[in-house]
T-cell receptor, first 114, second 115 residues
Framework: EPEVTQTPSHQVTQMGQEVILRCVPI?????FYWYRQILGQKVEFLVS????????KSEIFDDQFSVERPDGSNFTLKIRSTKLEDSAMYFC????????????FGQGTRLTVV | KNQVEQSPQSLIILEGKNCTLQ??????????LRWYKQDTGRGPVSLTI?????NTKSNGRYTATLDADTKQSSLHITASQLSDSASYIC??????????????FGAGTQVVVTP
């Protein structure tokens, strides 16, 4: 079965440091997403990416966040200067063109900012 | 505002028993409604996808229903097993001009199956 792969599974970083979370979506998918889930809370949308550009972003996705698809396979989320409140599980997801088909989530990266 | 509300927040059931989880949404228009299972510390895994024209969808012991008129969905778990202990999340795929294809998540129902 196809899967979305995320690395690392867990990252601990000091406040103010930059982090890059990596995702390898399913190869023939066209739409890519980042979501986050703060411990004990619901999953929140961060950003969607299509055709090499951001198609939508939430209020959470401020200037400290950026996404890239540098080489046609990886999809990265960068947080430039981490804050304590950025501690969360970050999930990458991908789907193909058709809206009603399966969207696959990765296993997540647990980011802990200390 | 697009909302997805789930109830109950949590429930405990005995192994072998059935249970039903509820989802009410205000999202309109929407493309489909999905139920995901999320084990602690893991990514969500899809159980069912229903378009607005479908009333029911089954996946093994999981059966989802959808009433697009009342904007309600339910997930029924039959003959629960210990491995069913997880959070069950209702997700609606938005189809508005501002949010095409974006997922709106419910807060989930935490299910605990006890021996």
């Amino acid at each position: 079965e196809p899967e979305v792969t995320q690395t690392p599974s867990h990252q601990v970083t000091q406040m103010g440091q930059e982090v890059i979370l990596r995702c390898v979506p399913i190869s023939n998918h066209l739409y890519f997403y980042w979501y986050r889930q703060i411990l004990g809370q619901k999953v929140e949308f961060l950003v969607s990416f299509y055709n090499n550009e951001i198609s939508e972003k939430s209020e959470i996705f401020d200037d400290q966040f950026s996404v890239e698809r540098p080489d046609g396979s990886n999809f990265t989320l960068k947080i430039r200067s981490t804050k304590l409140e950025d501690s969360a599980m970050y999930f990458c997801a991908s789907r193909n063109r058709v809206l009603d088909t399966e969207a696959f989530f990765g296993q997540g990266t647990r980011l802990t900012v200390v | 505002k697009n909302q997805v509300e789930q109830s109950p927040q949590s429930l405990i059931i005995l192994e072998g028993k059935n249970c039903t989880l509820q989802c009410n949404y205000t999202v309109s228009p929407f493309s489909n409604l999905r139920w995901y299972k999320q084990d602690t510390g893991r990514g969500p895994v899809s159980l069912t996808i229903m378009t607005f024209s479908e009333n029911t969808k089954s996946n093994g012991r999981y059966t989802a229903t959808l009433d697009a008129d009342t904007k309600q969905s339910s997930l029924h778990i039959t003959a629960s097993q210990l491995s069913d202990s997880a959070s069950y999340i209702c997700v609606v795929t938005l189809m508005t001009t501002d949010s095409w294809g974006k997922f709106q998540f419910g807060a989930g129902t935490q299910v605990v199956v006890t021996p």
